[in-house]
């Protein structure tokens, strides 16, 4: 039996456990948690330590698929996925939420995060939920990774869909596997799996600020709207609260003077013996955060990322 | 070899200086970044004057605009060095660099 692996990894919601489970042959193993004991609101069910599945390519040949689980807290787990299950895959697929305020800080922040595990291995970034939302387009992924340096192949995906995984897979196995009738595989997914596209329905169930809570190292959350105003926060201290409104107004101010520089995404105040103060601009909101000084900046940009992905998509279901 | 040359030849930042009581005392941004300079000039002296107003100890401050990252770092309680680099910088590396030269930031 020849046994190859590979990895699934990306964002919350990225599709990770759809993808694994659209081409598995076993029940797979997913360790999802109820919305009720994590942070989720968005969605009912996140993978809290791994996806594990199997598919047969033919009499002798398997692939083992392995996700990664998308929330950063658990992420203990990518170094174990790394270093022990999928310490040999041949290949990694990072899928990416189309939806996603900025995709391309989603590719930034994996690459970088699996920069090491990547050296040896080739990298496939699949692009979900374009259904629901079509841009940036393939030209434009192509582009913006020619930006990084990024050699790689993109696929556009809808993670529910066999065929459509299963065509990342191949793109990854033939390379090394001549003699696999890749139709066959298909049509007998279809037959045994088969595939709905019922489009999913987020469960809003906590706040922004419960959800900021969650988050690792997050001491205080505060909601501004469009005209500076105050949604929502849980900073008591009036002093910190007045100095992220008078940064936030400043971000408003630059933004309109110094047009020509581009938007303030954010600006962050740091200190030795202080908790780091940070405020994450986007179009028509901003989120401030109150945080352990511990906490680096790539890793509070990346939870003020997905923060505020959930915050629009709240305003938008309201 | 000036100190900006040696941050900027560590990859660290694009160009600096030292702001003296809000003027400027040492610089090596170029000509052409002037606009930039000032921008970041204003926004960061700004931001110290609001965290002075709100007695809290923050000596550090980056300002995430478009590509460009501006940072300001307290030398003492006139001076405040400024930085433009890219906005994925590892500002732990500048905040390292200062601490381990901060006396020849001061000569400046
Ligand atoms: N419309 C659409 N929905 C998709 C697509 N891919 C996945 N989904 C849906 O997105 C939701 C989230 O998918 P999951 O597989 O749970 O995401 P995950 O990456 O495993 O998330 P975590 O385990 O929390 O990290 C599910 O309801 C899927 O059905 C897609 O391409 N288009």
Redesign the pocket.
């Known amino acids: 039996m020849k046994d190859y692996k590979i990895l699934?990894t990306?964002?919350?919601?990225?599709?990770?456990?759809?993808?694994?489970?659209s081409v598995s042959d076993i029940e797979t193993l997913?360790t999802?948690a109820q919305a009720s004991d994590v942070t989720?609101r968005r969605?009912?069910?996140?993978?809290?330590a791994m996806?594990y599945g199997v598919l047969d390519l033919n009499d002798d040949t398997r692939v083992h698929l392995y996700?990664?689980?998308?929330?950063e807290r658990f992420r203990f787990m990518w170094d174990m996925l790394t270093s022990e299950f999928a310490h040999d895959a041949i290949g990694m697929v990072l899928?990416v939420?189309?939806t996603r305020k900025d995709p391309f800080r989603d590719i930034r922040f994996y690459a970088k995060e699996f920069g090491d595990y990547l050296r040896q291995r080739r990298l496939i970034i699949a692009?979900?939920?374009?259904?629901?939302e079509p841009s940036p387009d393939y030209n434009r992924y192509l582009s913006e990774l020619k930006g990084l340096g990024v050699m790689t192949t993109v696929m556009f995906?809808?993670?529910?869909?066999p065929r459509?995984i299963l065509g990342v897979i191949e793109e990854l196995i033939s390379a090394v596997e001549r003699e696999i009738d890749w139709d066959k595989v298909s049509d007998r997914l279809l037959d045994t799996n088969g595939f709905s596209?019922?489009?999913?329905?987020p469960l809003y169930e906590e706040t922004l600020l419960d959800a900021a809570m969650n988050k690792r190292g997050v001491l205080g959350a505060m909601h501004l709207g469009d005209a500076h105003d105050v949604l929502c926060s849980n900073i008591d201290d009036a002093s910190v609260k007045t100095l992220l409104l008078n940064i936030d107004r400043l971000t408003g101010a630059i933004s309109d003077k110094a047009s020509f520089m581009g938007a303030v995404n954010n600006v962050v105040l740091a200190g030795p013996d202080v908790d780091t103060l940070s405020v994450f601009n986007d179009q028509n909101q901003a989120l401030c955060l109150r945080s352990d000084k511990a906490i680096s900046l790539p890793v509070l940009k990346q939870q003020a990322s997905d923060l505020l992905q959930w915050s629009i998509e709240n305003d938008y279901m309201a | 070899m000036t100190i900006w040359h040696d941050m900027q030849a560590a990859g660290l930042i694009h160009c600096g200086c030292v702001l003296l009581n809000g003027e400027v005392q040492h610089s090596c941004f170029p000509a052409e970044s002037k606009k930039q300079l000032a921008v970041a000039k204003q926004a960061l002296m700004y931001v110290f004057r609001s965290v002075d107003k709100s007695d809290k100890d923050y000596d550090e401050a980056h300002i995430e605009i478009g590509d460009a990252l501006f940072s300001g770092f307290k030398l003492d309680s006139d001076r405040l060095l400024i930085f433009l680099s890219e906005h994925d910088t590892n500002t732990l590396q500048i905040r390292q660099f200062i601490d381990d030269n901060k006396e020849r930031f001061l000569q400046l």
């Open positions: 699934f990306g964002s919350v919601c990225s599709g990770k456990t759809t993808a694994i489970r997913d999802d989720v969605k009912k069910n996140t993978t809290i996806d996700g990664t689980p998308g929330q899928l939420d189309n692009v979900t939920h374009s259904d629901v995906v809808d993670a529910r869909d459509a596209l019922d489009f999913y329905k």
